[in-house]
T-cell receptor, first 108, second 118 residues
Framework: RKEVEQDPGPFNVPEGATVAFNCTYS??????FFWYRQDCRKEPKLLMS???SGNEDGRFTAQLNRASQYISLLIRDSKLSDSATYLC?????????FGSGTRLSIRP | GAVVSQHPSRVICKSGTSVKIECRSL??????MFWYRQFPKKSLMLMAT?????????EQGVEKDKFLINHASLTLSTLTVTSAHPEDSSFYIC??????????????FGPGTRLTVL
């Protein structure tokens, strides 16, 4: 099993829709997670941290489910500019582990 | 947010030459810098972890004699791809973590260097 696993997508949704995707992790001791977005041929940029109590930043909501060992990202009222690859990161162990990313495409 | 720069942004070289890539943290001190490579439509693959003043820690399968890493100061780490071959063509990205060095600290990415070996 991969240490951090994501559905590669692509998720193709209309503008204004709500979209959610999950990321599973294998290390039950992991405690620190992040979501990054990466545009084509660009470096990843931090989107948000994932707190155990869940956190919200505008249209974005991140959740952590320890029992099932996954984190989620919810995007409401999606915009065309949300089209990107979303990477989840387990930053708990001695090294930082990236998921392979989920591609999201928002259509007009 | 913190700024990390990389130079050069793009390099094309002949097979057999060596290429040096610089990664600088511009507005903070980075105790730890990370080097990644990314192939098209693939995720980032950690190559090595670079700590200031000590030898880099390489991931399994990454040749330390081929990918030389030097972290001479708290704001600069370099990656040298020695005797580059076409299969080394990739997108190389560095990231830096702040001085406090906690595992939960955010890491900031450089803009990446696209290496093409002919």
């Amino acid at each position: 099993r991969k240490e951090v696993e994501q559905d590669p997508g692509p998720f193709n949704v209309p503008e204004g829709a709500t979209v959610a995707f999950n990321c599973t992790y294998s290390n039950s001791a992991s405690q620190s997670f992040f979501w990054y977005r990466q545009d084509c041929r660009k470096e990843p940029k931090l989107l948000m941290s994932v707190y155990s109590s869940g956190n919200e930043d505008g249209r974005f909501t991140a959740q952590l489910n320890r029992a099932s060992q996954y984190i989620s990202l919810l995007i409401r009222d999606s915009k065309l500019s949300d089209s990107a690859t979303y990477l989840c990161v387990d930053s708990s162990a001695s090294k930082i582990i990236f998921g392979s990313g989920t591609r999201l495409s928002i259509r007009p | 947010g913190a700024v990390v720069s990389q130079h050069p942004s793009r390099v094309i070289c002949k097979s057999g030459t060596s290429v040096k890539i610089e990664c600088r943290s511009l507005d903070f001190q980075a105790t730890t810098m990370f080097w990644y490579r990314q192939f098209p439509k693939k995720s980032l693959m950690l190559m090595a972890t670079s700590n200031e003043g000590s030898k880099a820690t390489y991931e399994q399968g990454v040749e330390k004699d081929k990918f030389l890493i030097n972290h001479a100061s708290l704001t600069l780490s370099t990656l040298t791809v020695t005797s580059a071959h076409p299969e080394d063509s990739s997108f190389y990205i560095c990231s830096a973590r702040s001085l406090s060095g906690g595992l939960t600290d955010t890491q900031y990415f450089g803009p990446g260097t696209r290496l093409t070996v002919l």
